[in-house]
């Protein structure tokens, strides 16, 4: 059974991820565009700072089960440089 490589869009989620459930919000920051929308359940996020107040006011316990459903999914793509 061969093994296939984790395709690019998987690899930014998880760094994303990771440094979201590490607390390192300006990293997570910088994974994000400024024109971000997000949706989940009732809450809508539109903007850079929506978005980050999103993440500081609802980042959750650092543990798999507790961050499978935070962040949002983001409709944006990630900043160029």
């Known amino acids: 059974m061969s093994q296939q490589a984790e395709s690019p869009a998987?690899?930014?989620?998880?760094?994303?991820?990771e440094a979201y459930s590490n607390g390192d919000l300006a990293t997570a920051r910088g994974n994000v565009a400024d024109d971000v929308v997000a949706d989940t359940n009732d809450v809508h996020l539109d903007g850079i700072e929506a978005y980050m107040?999103?993440?500081?006011?609802?980042?959750?316990?650092?543990?798999?089960a507790a961050c499978a459903s935070w962040p949002?999914?983001?409709?944006?793509?990630?900043?160029?440089s």
Not at 53 to 64: I, N, Y
Not at 72 to 80: G, I, L, V
């Open 10 to 17: 998987v690899a930014f989620v998880r760094r994303h991820m």
């Open 53 to 64: 107040a999103g993440l500081t006011r609802s980042r959750p316990s650092s543990t798999p």
């Open 72 to 80: 949002p999914a983001a409709t944006s793509t990630r900043r160029s």
